[in-house]
C-alpha cells in the first residue's frame, strides 16, 4: 500500500507498433520497438516509468510516444521521434514533465522535439467521477 | 456526493481555440467556439458531458475534439471537425464511446469520421497512483 502514498508517477508510452516512413531497418524490430529498446537501457530519472504500448494511432508520423502523470497534469503526445537519436532528449523531457505541476514544461525550456512535434495535448481531468 | 457513485460520465472536450484553414468565418468566432456552440445546443446523449477546452495543440488540422471517459478507456482525439457538418456526427460517435466499455468501437459501427480523422489515442490508465 506505500505506493498509494506516493504521487503519481510520470509515465513515458512508447508505441512499440509504430513503423518509420522511410526508415531503414537496423534489425527485425520495428522502429517503435527498437526505440523503447533504447530508452529502457538508459538510466531512467526518479518518478519515470516507462510502458509499452499498442498503437496510439499517430501511425503516418511514427514513432510516437506520450507523457501523462496523473489528473493534475496535461497529457501530451510527441510525433517523429528516432529510435537512434532521441531516447535521451525524451528522457531528459519526461524529467522536466515530471517536475513539471501541470506538465507543461515552460516554453524556452522545452526540448526542441517537443516544441515542434507535438501533436496533441490532453487538459488534466477535472471530474471527480473520472478517479 | 451522490455524484460519485456513478460510473464515469464521457467527456467530450472541445479545443474552443481551432481555427480551420481555408475556413470562411460565418461570424466573428473562431471555428472552434462555434462548434462548441452548435454541439451543445443540440439534445446531449445520457452521461455525456461536454467541457470547452483550450488548444489542443493540433492546430493544423482542426477543429478538434477528444474523447476520455476514466481510467478504463482510451482517451481518442479526432482531427478536421466541421462546426457546420459534423456536430450530431460528434455525439452520436460519443454515445458509442459512452457505451464501449475500453472506449473502442468496434471498427464496422464507427462514425467513417472516426475511422479516419483520429491523430491520436491514449491507453486506460493501469496505475493506481495515477487515480
Redesign the interface.
Known amino acids: 500500500m506505500d505506493?498509494?502514498t506516493?504521487?503519481?508517477?510520470t509515465?513515458l508510452?512508447v508505441c512499440v507498433t509504430c513503423r518509420r516512413a522511410g526508415a531503414v531497418p537496423v534489425d527485425d524490430r520495428r522502429p517503435g520497438r527498437a526505440l523503447y529498446d533504447q530508452i529502457t537501457a538508459l538510466d531512467l530519472p526518479p518518478g519515470l516509468?516507462v510502458t509499452p504500448?499498442?498503437?496510439?494511432?499517430?501511425c503516418d508520423h511514427g514513432c510516437?510516444v506520450?507523457l501523462?502523470?496523473?489528473?493534475a497534469k496535461w497529457?501530451y503526445?510527441f510525433a517523429n521521434v528516432d529510435d537512434q537519436a532521441h531516447p535521451q532528449m525524451i528522457l531528459d523531457g519526461a524529467a522536466q514533465y515530471h517536475a513539471a505541476e501541470d506538465g507543461v514544461i515552460p516554453w524556452r525550456q522545452r526540448p526542441e522535439h517537443f516544441k515542434r512535434n507535438?501533436?496533441?495535448?490532453?487538459?488534466p481531468?477535472t471530474?471527480?467521477?473520472?478517479?
Chains 1, 2 share one sequence.
Not at 6 to 9: E, F, I, L, N, T
Open positions: 505506493d498509494l506516493k504521487p503519481p508517477s509515465e508510452l516509468r504500448t499498442e498503437c496510439l494511432q499517430n510516437t506520450a501523462r502523470g496523473g489528473d497529457t503526445v507535438c501533436i496533441a495535448r490532453i487538459p481531468n471530474d471527480p467521477r473520472n478517479d
